[in-house]
């Protein structure tokens, strides 16, 4: 084999790493650990993209980078297999969930080793494997028995036509993510875990956290803390409480109606009959809306009077109470004392149906806007008048409180876990039904396994499709002997990847889900890498369970995942459109009309600056790079680009596109580039016609000018890999082989520390010229090479050299005369430009600066 050719090596050294298991996870602790985590894939039918290995290629590098600095490296990888397109998949052609995920995760699998990842596979999980989810279970069960884990008829997004409750972020637009079918809130028996009360811990843990920013702020947001004060409103006529929290209490004296949510439980209770079929017509309307149109700044206010009056506690007036869709049952109490001087929702509502509007702030005089919300003077609020609006806070939560009408509270927006989904692929719940109560299973009952079923879908009635097992569903308390009925709901695809992690430490310990002296060693993950779709829900449940298993001594470690990196998105290829008229080319922002927009492959156009124009003209053209989908058609499949360049140039190209973070296009016509790249590396080293080490590779002792290259990209390359800035770290390596071709040698001592340093991002052409350089075990646990810094100074000094405070030249002398002056000043006196003005005058005064600068002095 002479020339460059991946096919032969890649496949070679990809057999070599499976059959030595060369990176299986040590089980000694003997060494500082590194543990590097992909967000592990679902594995759907169409494989993997090329935007899929940018994060996985990111993490190899770390975990190979790691290994070779003396790190035992835990870098596992599984499947998050439960979910609704391998159901839906079912439900259209009849193949059991089952059969298509092993299909899938065989071609994932295929994928990922064909790209050389060095994954312990020894260590793969797979979130519907019975002996993964019996912990799943497992840890459910620890849910139920701290009281975390409860039934409840609670309002949710349900899908008639998938037949199953969605969560929020399955919901766009009023319609399903997956096929886009009607969704309706409802109330509906479900499973619901109590997130809320770990908000605080959640909330603090972030601190310690070394995560993006904007992450950590999405996870706050979503908990959304807030301090104010809960009231309690009398209803007028009735023996009932209509209870509020807000953040400002202060303006108290401003609220001059209330509102309900449609879900309000106090509805049914305080309307009237008059407006009964006016309320229940109006909740029907509301229960089709997603909660995102509900809350819309900008949508025209909808609502309805219930015929009832509230208290305002602090003036004793009557307030009406009304029911509309911009209160959340889910935030607060489910129903807010509206302020119409304080709020634009309230201010919007009120003038709409002429309710009365009281300021409580004076606003500044120039102020021209409808509700002032910001802070100030309280005016119109009796007792409290004149104080700022600190202090009326203070003032008035304490009144309440001496009349027992409310007191200082904390709200989080964030509301408990909805756990149920109506849904066949899913891990079965762990519990029993006896006389109509829930009632866990014993450990030893765990797993519970899926019954076999012919049909996927819900069945008419509305139960999921377990219910259509009657022989699993009708079963024996084991306890009693007592009929039962098994739950038929099933766990979210959330449950599974809440705590995968934690399986990775100890994947075939029998007695808990993780071994506590694995988890000891192992945890926390050091790096976690993934996309920035998941920045709040996954990490924000994987970090509730987590918390949870470490109150229950399951775990040590308080947060999962010390450091997170969200990788960029991969678009597709760039999409040109150039604009013609009557056949001839017309620049898009010109006057003309009725231009006919063109199609451009690459080839047509030419980069000019930030733009891009028709080649050989001046007119622009509008460019794109747009998400890679199927509808689109600019999906790019890594296996066609590994078949033409192989691995280690679609590694290297992927990492050399941008800093990883960023978002960037795709194009294959680049991936060229780094081919040509590894090309000369190869042959830098290789023989074209034998194949063998190039005659030019030598024992001999490196210069100084190559000990300075390669030192220079050591220090490079190392300090890129420790901040991820891969494509930097490339450029170094491109640099240093720019170098290495201009020298007649090549010594050993010089090539081997660079094939080291090329090894994580391109491992199976290093791999293979590390055995032709002579050495007989795998570079995976070479030694990372070393920077010495004294080999950045450069063999000579060099003097700028002055005449009269003016620049006339400069020498280059031997670093070991560097401070000899007799010897520089006679150097410098000897440069020609410097000699004439010698010659023309006469030198009073020499300046001798060591290894700075030369001034001579002339008159």
Request: no cysteine; charged share 25%; glycine share 8%.
């Given at each position: 084999m002479s020339s460059y050719k991946p096919e032969q090596i890649e496949s070679k050294w990809q057999q070599y790493?499976?059959?030595?298991?060369?990176?299986?996870?040590?089980?000694?602790?003997?060494?500082?650990?590194?543990?590097?985590?992909?967000?592990?894939?679902?594995?759907?039918?169409?494989?993997?993209?090329?935007?899929?290995?940018?994060?996985?290629?990111?993490?190899?590098?770390?975990?190979?980078?790691?290994?070779?600095?003396?790190?035992?490296?835990?870098?596992?990888?599984?499947?998050?297999?439960?979910?609704?397109?391998?159901?839906?998949?079912?439900?259209?052609?009849?193949?059991?969930?089952?059969?298509?995920?092993?299909?899938?995760?065989?071609?994932?699998?295929?994928?990922?080793?064909?790209?050389?990842?060095?994954?312990?596979?020894?260590?793969?999980?797979?979130?519907?494997?019975?002996?993964y989810y019996k912990w799943t279970q497992w840890i459910f069960l620890k849910l139920y028995e701290k009281g975390l884990a409860y039934e409840d008829d609670v309002p949710v997004n349900w899908c008639p036509k998938l037949g199953t409750v969605l969560a929020n972020e399955e919901v766009i637009d009023g319609k399903s993510e997956v096929g886009g079918f009607p969704v309706v809130k409802k109330p509906m028996r479900q499973w619901v875990l109590k997130i809320t009360e770990y908000a605080e811990r959640l909330l603090e843990g972030l601190d310690d956290l070394d995560w993006p920013q904007s992450t950590k702020q999405m996870q706050r947001n979503w908990i959304g803390k807030s301090i104010g004060a809960d009231i309690d409103f009398e209803i007028a006529d009735h023996g009932e409480e209509i209870k509020v929290f807000t953040t400002r209490p202060d303006t108290i004296f401003g609220a001059t109606y209330m509102v309900l949510a449609p879900e309000h439980d106090l509805i049914d209770t305080i309307t009237t009959e008059e407006q009964l079929a006016a309320v229940e017509d109006y909740q029907e309307q509301a229960a089709r809306k997603t909660d995102l149109e509900r809350t819309e700044l900008s949508k025209e206010k909808t609502g309805v009077f219930t015929g009832a009056y509230a208290i305002n506690p602090a003036n004793g007036k009557k307030v009406p109470i009304w029911v509309a869709d911009y209160v959340l049952a889910t935030y607060g109490t489910g129903a807010i004392m509206a302020v119409p001087g304080q709020d634009e929702r309230d201010w919007e509502f009120a003038k709409k149906f002429d309710l009365p509007i009281v300021r409580t702030v004076q606003p500044p005089e120039d102020f021209e806007g409808k509700a002032y919300t910001e802070e100030g003077k309280v005016i119109n609020s009796d007792f409290l008048n004149g104080a700022t609006t600190e202090e009326a806070k203070k003032q008035i939560i304490n009144w309440l409180e001496e009349q027992g009408a409310g007191k200082e509270a904390v709200n989080y927006k964030l509301r408990d876990w909805l756990f149920s989904r109506q849904r066949y692929w899913g891990e079965p719940f762990p519990i029993i039904h006896v006389d109509g109560e829930p009632k866990p299973l014993d450990e030893d009952g765990l797993p519970v396994t899926l019954p076999e079923v012919e049909d996927f879908e819900p069945t008419p009635d509305g139960n999921p499709p377990l219910a259509r097992a009657e022989d699993w569903v009708n079963t024996t308390d084991p306890e009693t002997g007592k009929p039962a009925i098994r739950e038929t709901n099933t766990m979210p695809q959330w449950a599974g990847s809440c705590w995968y992690y934690l399986r990775y430490c100890s994947p075939d310990f029998k007695e808990a889900p993780v071994d506590l002296a694995e988890e000891n060693y192992w945890m926390p993950v050091d790096l976690y890498v993934g996309g920035a779709e998941h920045s709040v829900l996954h990490l924000l449940y994987a970090r509730f369970w987590h918390k949870v298993l470490y109150d229950c001594g399951i775990v040590s470690t308080k947060e999962p995942f010390q450091k997170l990196v969200h990788q960029g998105m991969i678009l597709g290829e760039m999409e040109y459109t150039g604009f013609k008229k009557d056949g001839e080319w017309v620049s898009p922002d010109s006057d003309e009309k009725d231009l006919d927009a063109v199609k451009l492959v690459e080839d047509q156009v030419e980069k000019k600056g930030d733009y891009f124009v028709v080649k050989g003209t001046d007119i622009k053209v509008d460019s794109k790079a747009h998400k890679m989908s199927k509808s689109r058609g600019n999906v790019v499949n890594p296996d066609d680009i590994v078949d033409q360049y192989g691995a280690d140039s679609m590694r290297l190209y992927e990492m050399f596109m941008g800093p990883l973070e960023q978002v960037k296009p795709w194009s294959t016509k680049d991936v060229d580039g780094v081919y040509r790249f590894l090309g000369r590396v190869w042959r830098l080293m290789i023989d074209e016609e034998t194949g063998a080490l190039n005659d030019s590779i030598t024992e001999s002792e490196a210069s100084g000018e190559q000990l300075k290259a390669l030192h220079e990209c050591i220090q490079k390359v190392t300090s890129d890999v420790k901040e991820l800035s891969f494509n930097t770290a490339i450029s170094a390596m491109m640099i240093f082989i720019n170098e290495a071709y201009k020298w007649e040698e090549h010594p050993k001592s010089i090539l081997e520390p660079f094939v080291k340093l090329l090894s994580p991002f391109a491992p199976h052409i290093a791999e293979e010229l590390w055995q032709k350089l002579g050495h007989e075990e795998t570079i995976a646990y070479a030694d990372w090479p070393e920077f010495q810094e004294e080999h950045l100074i450069s063999d000579t000094q060099m003097y700028p050299i002055q005449v009269n405070g003016k620049m006339r030249g400069e020498i280059h002398v031997p670093r070991n005369k560097a401070k000899d002056k007799e010897y520089v000043l006679a150097e410098a006196k000897a440069v020609d430009n410097v000699a004439k003005y010698l010659e023309e005058g006469k030198l009073v005064k020499e300046i001798f600066v060591p290894e700075r600068i030369v001034n001579l002095v002339v008159k």
């Open positions: 790493w499976q059959s030595n298991k060369t990176f299986k996870t040590p089980e000694n602790h003997d060494k500082p650990k590194y543990y590097v985590l992909d967000m592990f894939p679902y594995p759907s039918g169409s494989g993997l993209h090329v935007g899929h290995p940018e994060g996985y290629t990111a993490t190899d590098i770390l975990a190979r980078y790691k290994r070779m600095n003396g790190f035992n490296v835990l870098h596992p990888i599984g499947w998050d297999a439960f979910g609704l397109p391998a159901e839906q998949y079912a439900v259209k052609t009849g193949t059991h969930p089952r059969d298509t995920t092993e299909k899938n995760i065989n071609r994932f699998r295929e994928q990922l080793q064909s790209l050389g990842f060095s994954y312990d596979w020894d260590r793969e999980v797979n979130t519907t494997d019975p002996d």
